[in-house]
């Protein structure tokens, strides 16, 4: 069983920055791959970005491309988004989720796929 914990977000103004953590249990974490998901109010969960065990491959969606960035540290199970010039249409909770290798890259960076999910942290931007 993985267990994962969000944590570092608040509240900022459009054009700010804030850094995301989510620490997972588990001595297996450098094997697993990890995506960052978000659910605005009224919307469906969407795929943010996504980094395989080694940190070696990235994957984001279009709209967050060239602000956030996915990263990793394995000797510390802590997967990372640094989140720049943020937007009002950032505004959601923030999931961390992770695959143990039972899917593909092809399909986890494309938000798919995952056996494991944190429980959230709210991220507004005010304009």
């Known amino acids: 069983q993985v267990q994962l914990v969000e944590s570092g977000g608040g509240l900022v103004q459009a054009g700010g920055s804030l850094r995301l953590s989510c620490a997972a249990s588990?001595?297996?974490?450098?094997?697993?791959?990890m995506g960052w998901f978000r659910q605005a109010p009224g919307k469906e969960r969407e795929f943010v970005a996504a980094i395989t065990w080694s940190g070696g491959s990235t994957a984001y969606t279009d709209s967050v491309k060239g602000r956030f960035t996915i990263s990793r540290d394995n000797a510390k199970n802590t997967v990372y988004l640094q989140m720049l010039s943020l937007k009002p249409e950032d505004t959601a909770v923030y999931y961390c989720?992770?695959?143990?290798?039972?899917?593909?890259?092809?399909?986890?960076?494309?938000?798919?796929?995952?056996?494991?999910w944190g429980q959230g942290t709210q991220v507004t931007v005010s304009s």
């Open positions: 989720a992770a695959d143990n290798g039972r899917s593909t890259w092809y399909r986890n960076s494309r938000g798919n796929g995952y056996e494991y």
């Open positions: 588990g001595r297996t974490f450098s094997t697993y791959t």
